[in-house]
Each structure stands twice: as structure tokens, then as C-alpha cells.
Nanobody, 116 residues
Framework: DVQLQASGGGSVQAGGSLRLSCAGSGFTDSTYTMGWFRQAPGKEREFVAAIARYAERTYYSDSVRGRFTISLDNAKNTVYLQMNSLKPEDTALYFC?????????RGQGTLVTVSS
């Protein structure tokens, strides 16, 4: 079974940094894309960033480009999201998602709270 385990959320002041991790299992030999979505209270789920295995291609939403960096450890099937210059509007529940052979899998969320 595919499993995604996210960690690294927390509380930080505006301008601070956090690093999220998402460890995947159950799909070692697959070609996949892993990424992050977030959902703030009262708002719809929003794409944050994604990275394609082997293609070394990354994707970012306009709201985080230049502040967040996504990276992938292929050997560990683990995706990281380095978040710098955090803003209060980055406060949300962050979800890890993997697209494997055309199917989407989502892990549990990790909460990020940015205070002004």
C-alpha cells in the first residue's frame, strides 16, 4: 500500500523558516510526482509545489515561488519543502500528495502557523 507520512509543521513568526518532509512508501520503483497542497481555514485547497522524479522538474504556485524550495531524495522517496520568508497568509494545513502511474495519493496534513 502507498503511504505518505508528512512532518515538520509548527508555529513560527513572520519571516521565519520551516522545513516539511514527506516520506513515501509502497512505490519504490515507480515514476512519480510528489508535491504539496495546503488548505487554510475557510478556503479551498491550493497547490503549493511539486517535483517530478527523474525529470528534475519543479513546479511552484505564484504565491510561494522564490520563497519555497521543493526537493526530492529519490533513494528515500522523501520530498522536502523548505519554506523561507514565511508570511501569515502561509498559515494552513499542508498535505503531501503523490501521483503514481496516474493515480493520486494524499497523506495526512501537517499544520503550519505563521504569526505576525
Amino acid at each position: 500500500d502507498v503511504q505518505l507520512q508528512a512532518s515538520g509543521g509548527g508555529s513560527v513568526q513572520a519571516g521565519g523558516s520551516l522545513r516539511l518532509s514527506c516520506a513515501g512508501s509502497g512505490f519504490t520503483d515507480s515514476t512519480y510526482t510528489m508535491g504539496w497542497f495546503r488548505q487554510a481555514p475557510g478556503k479551498e485547497r491550493e497547490f503549493v509545489a511539486a517535483i517530478a522524479r527523474y525529470a528534475e522538474r519543479t513546479y511552484y504556485s505564484d504565491s510561494v515561488r522564490g520563497r519555497f524550495t521543493i526537493s526530492l531524495d529519490n533513494a528515500k522517496n522523501t520530498v522536502y519543502l523548505q519554506m523561507n520568508s514565511l508570511k501569515p497568509e502561509d498559515t494552513a494545513l499542508y498535505f503531501c500528495q503523490a501521483t503514481i502511474d496516474g493515480e493520486d495519493y494524499r497523506g495526512q496534513g501537517t499544520l503550519v502557523t505563521v504569526s505576525s
